[in-house]
């Protein structure tokens, strides 16, 4: 009997996955090895994923523990970047796709599979980071997509194919919501959401309690950096990992960090999304306005517009790609002296930085002060505003509203 082909598949142990496994052995006559990666979704444990997908008859299964190098290695360079698509989402969904994907190929490498397979539909996002992260990684490996090839429509009808194939599946209702999260939040769909007037229900946010249940007094909270990275919190040195674990908690219990937005997808159509993203919005919150201490006005500028590139790089799914390397090596320049401290209140929902200093500060006292100590030179200033309107006044004499006074 000739080798059934091998094909990784990205798991994650709910229905859609569960009846893939199943799904690639009967339509396509493969060997599955199943692989779920943990970057830090609700689940802690994820042994039994790794089972249920022995028991539907994949050859191998592993439960890959993915969460320190993702906040090391993907985080870190979203924090860096102040990576916000369209200024608002902090990407949660586009940052675990590029590091989910380089262990689907690493295993794949393990495994000898010529073949990598994953879950997502045909008009989300999700399908063009995986593959296009998977294609740069290993141009070589082919991709399966079943939700895009098979006739089960339905939730109804793969629940059918399910039970005719012997695939457990859920005996109780399916929640609402569509969720995917991870460390550094949630993404929340439903049918309910897909009328933008209606409002959000208040079941689907779980890291943060509603404003209105929060303390009436104010947490504050300092936050550490050391080279543009938060190093501590209430002054206590933690990793990166337990930074924004930490951070979750503090912003999640006073109600901050919920987004309600419409975004633009990458397949070009807007799509209504609800997220929670307490530490990420707190971190970049408390990182970007560190830099307007530590960085100079000029590479502040240049700096916000290439955030946006970043954003955008990594939204479509080019993490793996030169524009993305390059503009975290500009950005691992610009990050050498974003080092100090932040203080933040949090209040109901709300976010005030009170506090920055750093020992790499920009801001001169001495230049700054209106009192005593000021060493501001005001006779400089005459020349400067006569050269610096130059252009303006040449402009005006000869084009402008100057040229009709004459």
Avoid at 193 to 217: G, H
């Amino acid at each position: 009997m000739a080798e059934k082909e091998k094909v990784v598949l990205a798991y994650s142990g709910g229905l859609d996955t569960s009846v893939i496994v199943k799904w690639l052995q009967v339509e396509k006559n493969m060997d599955v090895i199943a692989i779920c990666g943990n970057v830090g979704q609700d689940e802690k444990d994820l042994s039994w994923i790794k089972q249920k997908a022995l028991d539907m008859g994949a050859i191998a299964s592993e439960a890959v523990d993915m969460r320190e190098e993702y906040a090391e290695t993907i985080v870190s360079k979203a924090i860096w970047a102040n990576g916000k698509y369209e200024g608002i989402y902090p990407l949660l969904s586009a940052l675990s796709r590029p590091i989910i994907s380089k262990h689907l190929v690493d295993i794949a490498h393990e495994y000898g599979a010529k073949y990598i397979a994953h879950g997502c539909t045909g008009k989300g996002n999700d399908q063009v980071r995986f593959e296009t992260s998977i294609r740069a990684l290993d141009p070589s490996l082919e991709i399966i997509a079943p939700v895009r090839e098979w006739d089960l429509t339905t939730r109804d009808s793969e629940m059918e194919w399910a039970k005719a194939h012997g695939v457990p599946v859920p005996t109780t209702h399916k929640k609402p919501y569509s969720i995917d999260d991870n460390l550094w939040g949630r993404a929340i769909e439903c049918g309910v959401l897909e009328d933008t007037w209606n409002e959000p229900p208040s079941d689907i946010w779980t890291m943060t309690k509603n404003p209105e249940d929060c303390p009436a007094d104010p947490e504050t909270v300092v936050i550490g950096f050391e080279g543009g990275l938060p190093v501590s919190i209430n002054g206590e040195k933690m990793s990166l990992l337990e930074c924004i674990i930490k951070a979750n908690e503090i912003a999640g219990r006073n109600g901050f960090g919920r987004i309600d937005m419409i975004e633009d997808r990458v397949v070009g159509i807007k799509s209504r999304e609800c997220y929670e993203c307490p530490a990420a919005l707190l971190l970049i919150q408390a990182h970007q306005s560190l830099e307007t201490l530590c960085l100079d006005a000029e590479t502040l500028k240049q700096k916000a517009k290439l955030d946006v590139e970043w954003a955008s790089t990594v939204y479509r799914g080019l993490w793996y790609s030169q524009n993305r390397e390059a503009i975290d090596a500009y950005n691992a320049y610009t990050q050498k002296y974003v080092t100090g401290e932040v203080r933040i209140k949090l209040c109901k929902g709300g976010l005030f930085v009170d506090g920055l200093r750093s020992p790499y500060s920009l801001y001169d006292y001495n230049l700054a002060t209106y009192d005593e100590g000021d060493t501001f030179d005001h006779t400089a200033s005459k020349g400067f505003i006569t050269i610096h309107g130059l252009q303006s006044k040449t402009w005006s004499r000869v084009q402008g509203p100057g040229s009709k006074l004459q």
